[in-house]
């Protein structure tokens, strides 16, 4: 018995948690995890408290789909309340820095007026003490920046909140992800290990090298209580085994979202990570963690939204990624925390960072940085790219929700770069508003017209086809629509024929053929010709 060797389960899911709320990069960067714990977390654990007949009321309506609001139909109420009440103790001092930023932006305001800054130093609350340097813009606006590294080494930065929950799923079907805190749930196994943990790449290189029982314990860290439902997650049968593209050509498989594989014999390249997982007895067109090879040369991300970076994935296939490429963010302001910072202190080993135009030499080609405009609401975020991959001659570009607010950058990209072969653009128009993603982060409540007004909205079918034209695009690809079943609790997103991201992208397809463009809708998965 002991000596059995088990694979893992293809439908084992892992759930990254922080204070038990399902993680996305904000909630690593120190400074935006305050602010999130402060504005957001204990807040709708409060208001859940209070009132959980009126959250369970908003779940239950289609309208406030993707709200603030907490999903255990009103019960569980003391459970909710014991997870504020141990967050409002464990991180006291998140909460105390979340202040310290308000007091501060507060103290530019009224204090710095132009003049020297050097005086204000002392005033600088003391959580914050050491970690900003304060500045001027070139309109003498004042404003701090975070020097986050050193975050990333203080108390600020505690490994011990993450967690892991593992469980079988036999659906697409979950609960959307980021308004409802984790409880303990039959079936699931909760780890306390931080991402970084090594246990969890050993557990996932399981999926394809069998080990013993003993060893995925110890590297683990199993407790013996653990071991009787960790049983359930593994396997003897011997999985399927993808056998190593070994084609003359450039291959693409789109694995749904924005994460494509774009293969040669000699390198692979993957985008924006979101997998699914595999079914048995199940219809749904999809590749899955088992359509992967055995290591990934490159994964690009090509920006922070939770959609794109999404650590669920991540974890699981770290052990095979040979490097992963992430836009450098502006440098320490609040809304634009370190990708690179992020995935290093989560366990990602090579993180190689790009600037706009930078080039990575890959066998065969390169990996090229493009600029990537707009879909952050008009906030000065660096954190994003479009990837420009090339490969056995071919061009093929990932502009993921890139939205064409200016149309001479792309006539300056083809200046630069030529004739497209494989255009993949996101056509989510109708982005959700500014305090979304964004509104813990504010120190002063935002006028809702103006957060109206400022969206996270990606191309709509004018700036598309824009973009189709200038680049001269021989092929066009809709993708990163949040559309596919195994993304649902991420996006909340359910189209109907008259929603827009749908009458843009078939305008889009519609206008392509008039003009002898190649273009589709992508939808669950396709192996793509080039
Ligand atoms: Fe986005
Ligand atoms: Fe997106």
């Not at 209070?50 to 255990?72: E, K, L, T, W």
């Not at 009224?110 to 002392?122: C, D, N, Q, V």
């Not at 394809?208 to 110890?218: A, D, L, M, N």
Request: glycine share 6%.
């Amino acid at each position: 018995m002991e000596d059995q060797k088990y694979y893992l389960k293809h439908n084992v899911q892992i759930d990254p948690l922080f204070n038990n709320w399902y993680a996305y990069p904000q909630l690593i960067s120190p400074a935006t995890a305050a602010m999130h714990i402060a504005n957001s977390h204990l807040k709708i654990m409060n208001s859940y408290v209070m009132s959980p007949d009126v959250h369970a009321a908003a779940v239950r309506n289609p309208a406030m789909r993707g709200g603030p609001f907490i999903d255990y139909q009103g019960k569980r109420v003391d459970e909710i309340k014991e997870l504020m009440l141990k967050t409002q103790s464990k991180q006291a001092h998140m909460v105390e820095l979340a202040e310290a930023i308000k007091s501060l932006n507060d103290l530019l305001v009224t204090e710095a007026k132009g003049y020297s800054i050097e005086a204000l130093y002392p005033k600088v609350p003391k959580a914050l003490r050491g970690y900003v340097e304060l500045v001027y813009d070139l309109n003498h606006n004042p404003s701090f920046r975070l020097i986050e590294a050193l975050l990333y080494k203080s108390e600020y930065y505690d490994p011990s909140s993450q967690s892991v929950i593992l469980s079988l799923v036999e659906s697409d079907d979950r609960p959307f992800a980021y308004s409802t805190p984790r409880l303990e749930e039959e079936g699931r196994l909760q780890l306390n290990i931080a991402f970084s943990h090594p246990g969890i790449d050993e557990l996932f290189k399981m999926r394809e090298v069998p080990q013993t029982f003993g060893y995925i314990k110890e590297a683990l860290g199993l407790e013996n209580g653990q071991e009787a439902i960790f049983a359930k997650f593994l396997t003897e049968a011997t999985p399927p085994k993808t056998p190593k593209y070994q084609g003359d050509s450039v291959r693409i498989r789109y694995f749904g979202h924005a994460c494509v594989l774009i293969e040669t014999k000699d390198v692979s390249v993957l985008t924006d990570p979101v997998i699914s997982y595999y079914y048995a007895n199940d219809d749904e067109n999809r590749y899955t963690y088992a359509d992967l090879p055995e290591n990934i040369d490159y994964v690009v991300i090509t920006h922070s939204h939770a959609d794109h970076l999404m650590f669920e994935s991540l974890l699981q296939l770290r052990h095979k990624i040979k490097n992963i490429v992430v836009p450098r963010n502006g440098g320490g302001s609040l809304e634009d925390p370190s990708l690179k910072l992020v995935l290093q202190n989560t366990g990602f080993k090579n993180v190689i960072e790009v600037d706009e135009l930078d080039s990575i030499a890959v066998e065969g080609g390169s990996i090229d940085a493009v600029p990537f405009l707009g879909e952050h609401a008009d906030l000065n975020i660096r954190t994003k790219t479009a990837y420009l991959v090339r490969l056995g001659g071919k061009q093929a570009l990932f502009m993921a929700d890139s939205n064409n607010l200016e149309f001479m950058v792309y006539d300056h990209i083809h200046r630069l770069y030529g004739d497209v072969d494989v255009l993949f653009i996101g056509m989510e128009c109708d982005g959700a508003p500014l305090t979304w993603i964004y509104g813990s982060l504010f120190s002063r409540p935002i006028d809702r017209k103006m957060d109206r007004s400022r969206r996270l909205s990606g191309s709509d079918f004018e700036s598309a086809l824009d973009i189709v034209n200038r680049l001269n695009c021989k092929k066009a690809y809709v993708y990163a629509m949040g559309q596919e079943p195994w993304l649902c609790y991420l996006t909340s997103i359910k189209y109907t024929n008259e929603s827009r991201p749908i009458v843009e992208s078939d305008k889009l397809v519609e206008a392509c053929k008039q003009q002898g463009t190649f273009c589709e809708r992508l939808y669950g998965s396709k192996e793509i010709a080039v």
